[in-house]
């Protein structure tokens, strides 16, 4: 199985700050990877897929970029509606994997 | 618009059975797959199987295999998932999700609302 690890596994930012969430994959995934939005007691939502595009209605604050086995969600000014858990996952083969997650926390 | 709406929360003892729904809305349910996913509580997402609408294909993960079966109805436009010999290690909110696709890769998109299942004597 491939392995998926999230940095950091939490982190406290203001709003207004720009964030940087990483992901790495266990061995290449070439573009194979999407990030998910998850608020509490919710479903969690596509943000960004194939590595760096933008699903549709999503803010484009969000991006994504990297290839292979580095791959990075950044939010450019983070806004209150923004504090939730991200999870990387990747759909390069089977089974799917998600990263651990990373909480965005007030600080 | 597409959504896709599961079945209420559930309370099973150890050792039973589970079958969740998840029903389709917005799209024509046999051009896509549908995927399970897990969270059980305070933890992050497990993929458990996938199941193509189009022909019944399936894929499950090996943890679970045996244990889960994914079947559906294109008539009703549902798709079910079965849980058997159930532990208190499978309490969690088990998700549905549309598997959608373009190019060569896979995302998940829309997701159900969850289901609870809870396993305690």
């Known amino acids: 199985d491939i392995q998926m690890t999230q940095s950091p596994s939490s982190l406290s930012a203001s709003v207004g700050d720009r964030v940087t969430i990483t992901c790495r994959a266990s061995?290449?995934?070439?573009?194979?990877l999407n990030w998910y939005q998850q608020k509490p007691g919710r479903a969690p939502k596509l943000l960004i897929y194939?590595?760096?595009s933008l699903q549709s209605g999503v803010p484009s604050r969000f991006s994504g970029s990297g290839s292979g086995t580095d791959f990075t969600l950044t939010i450019s000014s983070l806004q209150p509606e923004d504090f939730a858990d991200y999870y990387c996952q990747q759909s390069y083969n089977t089974p799917r994997t998600f990263g651990q997650g990373t909480k965005v926390e007030i600080k | 618009q597409v959504h896709l709406v599961q079945s209420g929360a559930e309370v099973k003892k150890p050792g039973a059975s589970v079958k969740v729904s998840c029903t389709a809305f917005?799209?024509?349910?046999?051009?896509?797959?549908i995927s399970w996913i897990r969270q059980a509580p305070g933890q992050g997402l497990e993929w458990m199987a996938w199941?193509?609408?189009?022909?019944?294909?399936?894929n499950y993960a090996q943890s679970l295999q045996g244990r889960v079966t994914l079947t559906t109805d294109t008539s009703t436009n549902t798709a079910y998932m079965e849980l058997r010999s159930l532990t208190s290690d499978d309490t969690a909110v088990y998700y549905c999700?549309?598997?959608?696709?373009?190019?060569?890769?896979?995302?998940?998109?829309?997701w159900g609302q969850g289901t609870l299942v809870t396993v305690s004597s």
């Open positions: 917005g799209y024509i349910f046999t051009n896509y797959g």
């Open positions: 999700a549309r598997d959608d696709y373009g190019g060569n890769s896979n995302w998940f998109e829309p």
């Open positions: 199941i193509s609408a189009h022909n019944g294909g399936t």
């Open positions: 194939s590595a760096s």
């Open positions: 061995q290449t995934i070439t573009k194979y």
